[in-house]
């Protein structure tokens, strides 16, 4: 039988994406079993094609106005708009997408991108989107907060030891260089949930299809960043020890799907670098893995800030990087059997 797309359920309300509220999760499951009867959707362990949908940070820090590192993109909607896609996507191919794997980018105050981590010589703190390179660390303008010390177990000489060798590893890799970020995505607060219409939309989708998302939380260790979901920015102290486990549960549970689609936020940083290290991991692995994984490059805005910074075109490279190496870059209004390459194919089948 040829595919055909669901209607969006009538609970989902466009223009209230960019706000916040309490999902009612009683009333949400009723509707979600009604709903599945009424359109036969079966249950997620019936589908001949395994397809997963890797969201990519969608949370309140990051989608909602207001909040802490909202990501506006060019437009100056980018992440509501966004959501207003993905989450339409998400009800009109409800049928097919298996599993829904969110991703949440989890901190605590003194980690090593806010500005309480640092001092300079009058004891000040640095400014968010201010950038703290290895110059800065080897001249003694940025030094780490002696105030802190107490909340590790390492002495003030080994995190400066730490500093001096973090901020090297960016700049021989060639990643971004440190950014002092405004306090976001904290642990147990408002910035840290998950966008409200996206939650909803996933707990509608864990119902109808009797599918458990896999949740996975990244970005608490204090001495490193996280902006891809399988490993930090930089993964060794200098010493050469482990800072973070290799995230490998959220790749073999990829492994497992016919077809992964990648969406979320921001483009030019967490989304990328999650893709990046996807596809470095999947390079040794042949062509027909990378051929598998769909961007959906109208649910994703990079980081924009009029006047500071613009990684607009970073991210533009970046997907046309991946784009080159195998990967397709689709949009999430095109009905997903519709696109290029592998998913065509096994829905033909």
């Known amino acids: ?3 055909t797309q669901y209607p969006v359920p009538p609970h989902f309300k466009k223009e209230k994406v960019g706000s916040v509220w309490r999902v009612n999760y009683q009333k949400l499951f009723k509707d979600a079993s009604v709903w599945a009867s009424e359109y036969k959707i079966k249950p997620a362990n019936e589908d001949a094609v395994g397809v997963c949908l890797l969201g990519v940070d969608i949370q309140n820090t990051f989608c909602i106005p207001g909040f802490e590192l909202y990501v506006a993109g060019r437009s100056g909607t980018g992440a509501v708009d966004d959501n207003q896609r993905l989450c339409e996507f998400i009800y009109k191919n409800l049928g097919y997408i298996t599993q829904i ?23 000040l703190h640095p400014e968010p989107h201010s950038q703290i390179t290895e110059d800065d660390i080897l001249n003694g303008r940025w030094r780490i907060n002696p105030a802190i010390e107490h909340n590790y177990p390492y002495n003030i000489e080994y995190l400066q030891k730490h500093l001096r060798h973090y901020t090297q590893q960016l700049k021989t890799s060639g990643k971004y260089e440190l950014t002092i970020w405004p ?24 119902i109808t299809r009797n599918s458990q ?4 939380t990244k970005g608490n260790h204090p001495l490193t960043e996280h902006y891809s979901v399988f490993g930090p920015e930089v993964s060794t102290g200098p ?8 995230s490998e549960s959220v790749f073999q549970t990829l492994e497992d799907f016919d077809v992964i689609i990648i969406a979320g936020q921001a483009k030019s940083h967490c989304v990328a670098w999650t893709i990046s290290d996807l596809l470095e991991t999947v390079q040794s692995r042949g062509k027909t893995f990378v051929e598998k994984v769909y961007l959906l490059e109208d649910c994703s805005s990079s980081v924009v800030i009029p006047e ?23 949009k999430s209004s095109t009905p997903l059997w519709e696109w290029p390459g592998t998913i065509r194919e096994l829905f033909r089948r």
């Open 101 to 123: 794997i969110p991703t949440m980018d989890t901190h605590q105050a003194i980690q090593i991108f806010h500005s309480i981590f640092f001092v300079n010589e009058k004891g």
């Open 183 to 206: 306090y976001h995505a904290m642990l147990g607060g408002i910035g840290h949930a998950l966008v409200s219409a996206f939650e909803e939309a996933l707990f509608f989708h864990s």
């Open 213 to 216: 998302p896999h949740i996975h």
């Open 308 to 330: 500071v910074v613009d990684f607009a075109e970073q991210a533009d490279a970046a997907y046309g990087r991946f784009s080159n190496a195998g990967m397709n870059v689709v």
């Open 239 to 246: 010493e050469g020890k482990k800072l973070v486990p290799e």
């Open 1 to 3: 039988m040829k595919p």
